[in-house]
């Protein structure tokens, strides 16, 4: 179909508008002139952090000895910085080494397709599709050279359906296998069989429909590859919407879902969620170019650089511009928590600005081998500052590290015993599982509960269940955890709590505090009965680079069943913090067991206290009503607010 300006043309409009900014890809694509390889764009998906220089490139040998090397390598996604960068600066030298490299590719690669992977060869496809198309529309081929790639797309066609197996409908690698040529298919016409575009589109549609929820959700558990599956699937969107062919009612609505579900992913700082295998790269340019292509303003519209995805709007081709919002839909105020019980993940914050409270929790099925073993996980950001943390990914190579980082004991969970739940045997497998049994949500005026209930039988070990009570205090920016761990015999409860590199922890009087290197206390921690080890832990931020950072991890001795309470805040927000005893209504002298009456209270420096009661066990024998400091109390979960004054009001969560 004819096109009123060159994708060029609209390129240098967006740069112009402020839209994109070439600068990164200029410093990539003029390293590649140079024949130096460093791959830190944020999608080559495992990226490097050290250059190496290829004249002559080797394809099937890694300077590194990293396999994961030559798969980014052969994905060829630094076409899309030379195109860019051509775009750019109107210079046709990029355009030039993009056509080598293709070439090249196929010279030294075609041959021998028992060098290749599936995933590689659909990524790849979709890198070539827009730098193709670009470089027919301005002669850059001669009719052999559009043969010669024609003819090397076929063949990775062929490969891909004679190579695509059953399992690939459940993996985000299914996805990047087939939306790869649709999107090539769609900008060069005609270059693929519709036979192959049609079957391509239902094995698409029947992955949409098996890994994706209604909610948005990915059943992989990893926000990074969420953030792959949902990219691709865009490219078709804007692919089929720019040449007008008909997208599934499904995958469209899947789509959207995904953009709902996006921002909750995000921390203050912009970053991605640390969950599963996920690295903390920005992914501000996704959301914004998902928005800005249905006209839509949200909450995060102005809170993340107005910033568009390059390879997606050079695959839609469209004049984008937000023009201080003009013409566009009203904007849609996000909530501000978001829980999904179809994944197990469950999440609130303050606002959606950078200095703004964070917390995820998730208690769900553990995934693909991107999940890691983190049943009843917490995360926590205050004012705008990681606190509690995933500790990231690090590696896919099988070793102690790839095992370190995925463990239980890298994740703000509980144990028993100090046992690992999920043991990592590979990679990508464990020998045992443990089983999310149980979430429930509740959401009031300044105060949020969830509650998790998990299953762990270590094949070794002792099988037990366990019980978090998540409680946030939004006004005193307090997060609470009331465990309760269940395990027949003598035992241990454990819980490794990871804190964010920039802090050192420290036992200070009756509480950890976690300090600034500069020795500036920032977050209390209250730990009830239980005893604290500071050991290092393992912390990646991003693939390939590890650093390290500070695990307390506390224990508690146990016979049959165990209550801990843990309290993060602030540093001199609560002037204590204790387990308080509780007596049965009619019976004054009683002391009621913790099972049927768990109290925390805290206290401020005024004489403010805050009571959180757990009534986990219903009462057979006596009144179902207790006493805690003489403040009568009901039901399965209370916050009650007792001020200085006396004035008692109360939150009954759930009865």
Same mark, same amino acid.
């Given at each position: 179909?004819?096109?009123?300006? $060159?994708?060029?043309?609209?390129?240098?409009? %967006?740069? &112009?508008?402020? #839209?994109?900014?070439?600068?990164?890809?200029?410093?990539?694509?003029?390293?590649? %002139?140079?024949?130096?390889?460093?791959?830190?764009?944020?999608?080559?998906?495992?990226?490097?952090?050290?250059?190496?220089?290829?004249?002559? =490139?080797?394809?099937?040998?890694?300077?590194?000895?990293?396999?994961?090397?030559?798969?980014?390598?052969?994905?060829?996604?630094?076409?899309?910085?030379?195109?860019?960068?051509? &775009?750019?600066?109107?210079?046709?030298?990029?355009?030039?080494d993009a056509r080598t490299l293709i070439f090249d590719w196929i010279d030294q690669n075609l041959a021998h397709p028992?060098?290749?992977?599936?995933?590689?060869?659909g990524i790849r496809l979709m890198n070539w599709a827009?730098?193709?198309?670009?470089?027919?529309?301005?002669?850059?081929?001669?009719?052999?050279?559009? /043969?010669?790639?024609?003819? /090397?797309?076929?063949?990775?066609?062929?490969?891909?359906? $004679?190579?695509?197996?059953?399992?690939?409908?459940?993996?985000?690698?299914?996805?990047?296998?087939?939306?790869?040529?649709?999107?090539?298919?769609?900008?060069?016409?005609?270059?693929?069989?519709?036979?192959?575009?049609?079957? !391509?589109?239902?094995?698409?549609?029947?992955? !949409?429909?098996?890994?994706?929820?209604?909610? +948005?959700?990915h059943w992989e558990q990893s926000p990074l590859y969420f953030i792959e599956v949902w990219r691709d699937l865009l490219a078709v969107q804007y692919a089929f919407g720019r040449y007008r062919r008909e997208l599934p009612l499904l995958i469209a609505q899947k789509i959207a879902a995904m953009r709902r579900m996006a921002p909750y992913y995000l921390t203050p700082a912009g970053t991605l969620l640390q969950l599963g295998d996920t690295d903390a790269v920005r992914i501000d340019e996704l959301i914004q170019t998902a928005n800005m292509m249905v006209g839509q303003i949200t909450s995060v519209t102005e809170k993340l650089p107005l910033h568009v995805d390059y390879q997606l709007v050079a695959i839609a081709n469209q004049r984008l511009s937000?023009?201080?919002?003009?013409?566009?839909?009203?904007?849609?105020?996000?909530? %501000?928590?978001?829980?999904?019980?179809?994944?197990?993940?469950?999440? +609130?914050?303050? $606002?959606?600005?950078?200095?703004?409270?964070?917390?995820?929790?998730?208690?769900?099925? =553990?995934?693909?081998?991107? *999940?890691?073993?983190?049943?009843?996980?917490?995360?926590?950001?205050?004012?705008?500052?990681?606190?509690?943390?995933?500790?990231?990914?690090?590696?896919?190579?099988? *070793?102690e590290e790839r095992h370190a980082i995925k463990a239980a004991a890298a994740h703000n969970t509980v144990m028993i015993d100090g046992q690992d739940y999920d043991v990592p045997i590979a990679s990508w497998e464990y020998q045992t599982l443990g089983t999310p049994l149980a979430n429930m949500a509740w959401h009031g005026d300044g105060t949020d509960a969830i509650t998790s209930i998990y299953q762990v039988a270590p094949e070794k070990g002792t099988k037990a269940t366990i019980t978090r009570q998540f409680v946030w205090l939004a006004a005193?920016?307090?997060?609470?955890?009331?465990?309760?761990?269940?395990?027949?015999?003598?035992?241990? #409860? $454990?819980?490794? #709590?990871?804190?964010?590199?920039?802090?050192?922890?420290?036992?200070? *009087?009756?509480?950890?505090? /976690?300090?600034?290197?500069?020795?500036?206390?920032?977050?209390?921690?209250f730990v009830g009965e239980a005893n604290g080890t500071v050991t290092t832990g393992p912390y990646s931020a991003r693939y390939n680079q590890m650093s390290t950072l500070q695990r307390l991890t506390l224990t508690q001795d146990f016979k049959d069943e165990v209550f801990h309470g843990l309290v993060v805040a602030p540093t001199d927000t609560w002037h204590s913090v204790s387990v308080v005893p509780a007596r049965q209504a009619e019976n004054p002298k009683s002391v009621v067991a913790p099972q049927f009456c768990y109290a925390l209270r805290l206290t401020d420096s005024q004489g403010n206290r805050t009571y959180v009661v757990w009534q986990k066990q219903n009462t057979a024998k006596g009144y179902q009503l207790y006493f805690v400091d003489d403040i009568p109390v009901f039901g399965n979960l209370t916050i009650i607010q007792a001020s200085a004054a006396g004035d008692i009001t109360r939150q009954l969560v759930r009865w």
């Open positions: 179909m004819a096109e009123k300006t $060159t994708n060029g043309d609209k390129m240098r409009f %967006l740069i &112009q508008e402020g #839209l994109l900014d070439p600068t990164e890809a200029i410093v990539r694509a003029n390293r590649i %002139l140079q024949r130096d390889f460093l791959f830190d764009d944020p999608y080559n998906m495992e990226p490097t952090h050290e250059s190496y220089h290829m004249d002559l =490139i080797t394809w099937q040998h890694s300077p590194n000895g990293d396999p994961e090397w030559l798969y980014v390598l052969k994905r060829q996604g630094y076409l899309m910085d030379l195109m860019f960068a051509a &775009q750019a600066q109107k210079d046709p030298r990029y355009l030039t028992e060098t290749w992977r599936t995933i590689d060869t827009p730098v193709v198309q670009v470089l027919r529309k301005q002669d850059f081929l001669n009719a052999t050279d559009e /043969a010669k790639i024609r003819d /090397a797309v076929q063949a990775q066609m062929a490969y891909l359906r $004679t190579h695509f197996i059953d399992r690939y409908l459940l993996s985000n690698w299914g996805v990047l296998i087939v939306t790869g040529p649709l999107v090539y298919g769609t900008l060069q016409q005609k270059t693929i069989a519709e036979v192959d575009m049609t079957w !391509c589109l239902q094995q698409l549609e029947t992955m !949409c429909a098996l890994q994706i929820a209604d909610d +948005g959700s937000f023009n201080r919002y003009a013409g566009y839909s009203g904007g849609v105020e996000l909530p %501000l928590t978001l829980d999904s019980p179809v994944s197990g993940n469950y999440f +609130g914050r303050s $606002t959606w600005n950078k200095n703004a409270d964070y917390w995820h929790v998730i208690n769900g099925n =553990i995934g693909s081998g991107h *999940g890691h073993v983190n049943l009843g996980h917490f995360d926590l950001i205050i004012n705008g500052q990681p606190v509690l943390i995933d500790p990231g990914r690090y590696t896919y190579v099988d *070793g005193s920016h307090t997060w609470i955890a009331l465990d309760h761990g269940q395990a027949h015999g003598q035992h241990q #409860l $454990t819980i490794p #709590l990871n804190f964010a590199p920039r802090f050192h922890v420290k036992q200070t *009087g009756d509480r950890w505090q /976690a300090q600034l290197r500069t020795g500036r206390p920032v977050v209390d921690v």
